[in-house]
């Protein structure tokens, strides 16, 4: 399983010490980049959740084509 988990800056070494002392874990930081691709990929399915619900009214693609 893959887990995602974001660290206060001042307790990176620590985390990633104590993690890195466990056999079963193996760890690979991101890269900035990735970080906020992953970030910007979490937001989307999340609005597509709330939109799905109701919860959010959707753009139709029409709209945002014409706004390029």
Do not use: Y
Not at 12 to 41: D, G, I, R, W, Y
């Amino acid at each position: 399983m893959k887990v995602l988990i974001d660290i206060e800056d001042s307790k990176v070494e620590f985390v990633l010490e104590l993690l890195n002392n466990l056999k079963f874990v193996k760890t690979e930081p991101l890269t900035p980049h990735k970080a906020e691709v992953l970030q910007s990929l979490s937001e989307a399915v999340t609005e597509m959740r709330l939109i799905k619900k109701g919860k959010l009214k959707a753009t139709p693609a029409k709209d945002l084509l014409d706004e390029l």
